[in-house]
Nanobody
Framework: VQLQASGGGLVQAGGSLRLSCAAS????????MGWFRQAPGKGREFVAG????????AYADSVKDRFTISRDNAKNTVYLQMNSLRPEDTAVYYC??????????????????WGQGTLVTVSS
């Protein structure tokens, strides 16, 4: 699976952005999808995940009620709608794909494929 993330940019605190991740190469609907982020000088952390059918989602506590993950299997795309952005959301955001046999969505080591990352900068 090849993943291409897009939609990052510079936004003021309180603003919104929508990230997209387009997949190609294999059957998208057989993969769970996740978003992770890495801030400068920090490790990679889980942000949100969605199972292959879209019926189950998971969020990091830090983004719950502000971010929404969704997918469109007909378009081979997963989205991350980010609202009420904060300066601490500044990071490179990565999308990732994991075989649907995995039940967990939060663990980075179940994801086999990773996109190149898109930078989100939130100014105060």
């Amino acid at each position: 699976v090849q993943l291409q993330a897009s939609g990052g940019g510079l936004v003021q605190a309180g603003g919104s952005l929508r990230l997209s991740c387009a997949a190609s190469g294999r059957t998208f609907s057989r993969y769970n999808m996740g978003w992770f982020r890495q801030a400068p000088g920090k490790g990679r952390e889980f942000v949100a995940g969605i199972n292959s059918s879209g019926g189950r989602t998971a969020y990091a506590d830090s983004v719950k009620d502000r971010f929404t993950i969704s997918r469109d299997n007909a378009k081979n795309t997963v989205y991350l709608q980010m609202n009420s952005l904060r300066p601490e959301d500044t990071a490179v955001y990565y999308c990732a794909a994991a075989p649907s046999a995995w039940l967990v969505l939060r663990m980075s080591n179940v994801y086999d494929y990773w996109g190149q990352g898109t930078l989100v900068t939130v100014s105060s």
